[in-house]
């Protein structure tokens, strides 16, 4: 297996609801990553995981909540949304940065 | 600080033309390079790495370090190579990888 996994695809989320994302793994990789992006824009480091211990977190605000149960699992839990925070969210998994990343497909998700 | 900048957010060409995206970076360490390609309505994919110095789908990309350059470079484009491409900076003994804003490559029949 050397996929990365997001579900669901797609979310569509009001501001008072709470929605997890999920992403995994199966390559054995070490490090884990959360990555926002915006149309048309690169994609922004949100998370880093490192043996399953969180190693970087980039000022996200804390409506933003990962959790890494295991080596193969990454979630972000989503908690009162802004419409703002519409975005594509990527998770990615590596043996390390000079190896590169595997990125999962995505979540679409959409703040109403 | 690290940082990234490809000059060219769209970059149009024939097929069968060459083609060169820039890329240039700054950081005072030991970088750790890519070339990410997204086309259309599918992941973020790696397509090279300069520490691997190989030729993915007949694209190469060479450092120089003098420039502080990653410029990607294929010689004869194809309609297929159509695609959004990134170029990241990572650290050697860090996590995190940056990216640059993109350029959008159009390879016109």
């Known amino acids: 297996d050397t996929e990365v996994t997001q579900t669901p695809k797609h979310l569509v989320m009001g501001m008072t609801n709470k929605k997890s994302l999920k992403c995994e793994q199966h390559m054995g990789h070490r490090a884990m990553y959360w990555y926002k992006q915006k149309a048309k824009k690169p994609p922004e480091l949100m998370f880093v995981y490192s043996y399953e211990k969180l190693s970087i977190n980039e000022s996200v605000p804390s409506r933003f909540s990962p959790e890494c149960p295991n080596s193969s699992l990454l979630n972000l839990h989503l908690h009162a949304l802004q419409p703002e925070d519409s975005a594509l969210y990527l998770c990615?998994?590596?043996?390390?940065?000079?190896?590169?990343?595997?990125f999962g497909s995505g979540t679409r998700l959409t703040v109403v | 600080a690290q940082r990234v900048t490809q000059p060219e957010k769209l970059l149009s060409v024939f097929k069968g033309a060459p083609v060169e995206l820039k890329c240039n970076y700054s950081?005072?360490?030991?970088?750790?390079l890519f070339w990410y390609v997204q086309y259309s309505r599918q992941r973020l994919q790696l397509l090279l790495r300069h520490i691997s110095r190989e030729s993915i789908k007949g694209f190469t990309a060479d450092l120089n370090k003098g420039e502080t350059s990653f410029h990607l470079k294929k010689p004869f484009a194809q309609e297929e190579d159509s695609a959004m491409y990134y170029c990241a900076l990572g650290r050697a003994s860090g996590s995190r990888l940056t990216f640059g804003e993109g350029t959008q490559l159009t390879v016109n029949p």
């Open positions: 990615a998994s590596s043996w390390g940065v000079n190896y590169g990343y595997t």
């Open positions: 950081y005072s360490g030991s970088p750790e």
